[in-house]
């Protein structure tokens, strides 16, 4: 049974960078389409961010665009997610998917405050 786990969220001051993993055990996730998703307090969760298997197309969240880029390394089975330039807008729990199965794999989510 696949797990994904997130890791490398924290507090940050608006403007800075922080980078998310997500790890993968169980089974690789070679074949998979991969993506970020967010979800803020008293809103829907909403996709950041997703990346093809074979890395050749990416796409992202208007809100994040020329911000964040993500990224895989299908031989250590993670996927990240470099955030740039982070606006207080972007605090959310950030959870990692894996695009599988009817409903896809999540992970537990890491927490990412960004503070004005």
């Known amino acids: 049974q696949v797990q994904l786990v997130e890791s490398g969220g924290g507090l940050v001051q608006a403007g800075g960078s922080l980078r998310l993993s997500c790890a993968a055990s169980?089974?690789?996730?070679?074949?998979?389409?991969m993506g970020w998703h967010r979800q803020a307090p008293g809103k829907q969760r909403e996709l950041v961010a997703v990346i093809t298997n074979d890395s050749s197309r990416t796409t992202y969240a208007d809100s994040v665009k020329g911000r964040f880029t993500i990224s895989r390394d299908n031989a250590k089975n993670t996927v990240y997610l470099q955030m740039n330039s982070l606006k207080p807008e972007d605090t959310a729990v950030y959870y990692c998917?894996?695009?599988?199965?009817?409903?896809?794999?999540w992970g537990q989510g890491t927490l990412v405050t960004v503070s004005s």
């Open positions: 169980g089974n690789t996730f070679r074949g998979d389409i």
């Open positions: 998917r894996m695009a599988r199965g009817n409903f896809g794999i």
